[in-house]
């Protein structure tokens, strides 16, 4: 399908995920100026007053840059939306976005079409996370805009189904816009993304190990030291299964080889569920596809590196595929 114009100065096809307590808005500027769609958690903003000083700052920075760079024009920006029981600030953080008129809201952990409206009356497109294909369905007919599939070895919440299956079975009945997560670091990713049908690649973890990223020094480094069994996914630390560092469950004394199943009835995002350790804060989440992040850089050159992989890929892609083209 073409694309909204909403999504016309984005220069490479990814969506910046947002990371909770991580992504500010120095992240989502960076990564908005460098032509992909940079985004943050409302609840990252605290108190609530600071989530209209985020959002004065990112819309001004960002029409500031386009009225000086014509030439290279900003990506749109997201606001991702809790949209579950325990989130008692949903309504104001809406509110909120309906005044800065956000070109995009990121919805998770529950469809509201109440919310899918709102966005819709001032003009803005929502995207809706899922696991599975049948809260697609429940998503789409709820009247969101499109869908972010949460496959295996996403980093954070994430579900467990192959992007292979999840990708076919969403876009056999599903034609709008699709972004797909999980364990996507790399170009190659990026394309690989787009031959199974997404429109964009939904990448986290690699932001995490940049020199904008609201992190602990000691979590972007384990980031950069990281590979694919270095992950572990456990529903141990909010209730919701998700994946996280196995050196930072270590470092809170805990055996990851051994996690207790926690409550889902329990679920409490803040909290470090069944544990003293604090999900996001001590225990630190990650996709696995962090065996391609080897430093610490800035957006920028994050974006420049996927870029030049991104076009390596599609120029080997099309020499080697051509004794079976058709």
């Not at 996280?244 to 004394?253: D, V």
Request: proline fraction near 5%; include cysteine.
């Amino acid at each position: 399908m073409s694309l909204p114009p909403l999504f016309k100065n984005m220069r490479l096809p990814v969506i910046g995920s947002p990371l909770f307590i991580i992504s500010g808005p120095e992240l989502v500027i960076a990564q908005c100026k460098a032509g992909i769609i940079g985004s943050f958690p409302s609840l990252n903003a605290r108190p609530i007053s600071q989530l209209d000083e985020w959002l004065h700052q990112i819309t001004e920075e960002l029409a500031t840059h386009n009225r000086d760079h014509p030439e290279s024009q900003a990506a749109p920006f997201a606001v991702n939306q809790i949209v579950h029981k325990t989130n008692n600030r949903l309504e104001e953080d809406m509110e909120l976005c309906a005044k800065w008129q956000v070109p995009m809201l990121i919805t998770s952990l529950g469809a509201r079409e109440d919310i899918f409206q709102a966005a819709h009356g001032w003009g803005g497109i929502v995207l809706h996370d899922v696991i599975n294909d049948k809260f697609a369905h429940k998503a789409i007919e709820k009247g969101a805009d499109g869908l972010i599939p949460v496959a295996a070895g996403a980093g954070g919440h994430a579900g467990a189904l192959s992007p292979f299956a999840l990708m076919q079975e969403i876009r056999s009945w599903f034609s709008g816009l699709v972004a797909l997560s999980g364990a996507i670091a790399h170009g190659r990713s990026i394309l690989a993304a787009q031959a199974l049908g997404a429109d964009f690649a939904y990448i986290g973890s690699a932001w995490i190990a940049t020199a904008e990223a609201r992190a602990d020094e000691g979590y972007k480094q384990a980031i950069v030291d990281s590979s694919a069994d270095d992950i572990v996914y456990s529903n141990l630390f909010t209730g919701v299964h998700g994946n996280y560092l196995k050196s930072s469950i270590i470092n809170a004394g805990l055996d990851p080889q051994n996690l207790p199943v926690s409550d889902p009835s329990a679920m409490n995002f803040g909290s470090g569920g069944n544990t003293k350790a604090k999900a996001w804060k001590d225990i630190w989440g990650s996709g696995q596809g962090v065996g391609a992040v080897d430093k610490v850089e800035t957006v920028a050159e994050r974006v420049a590196t996927l870029t030049s992989q991104y076009r390596e890929a599609v120029a080997e892609l099309s020499t080697n595929t051509a004794p079976f083209a058709p």
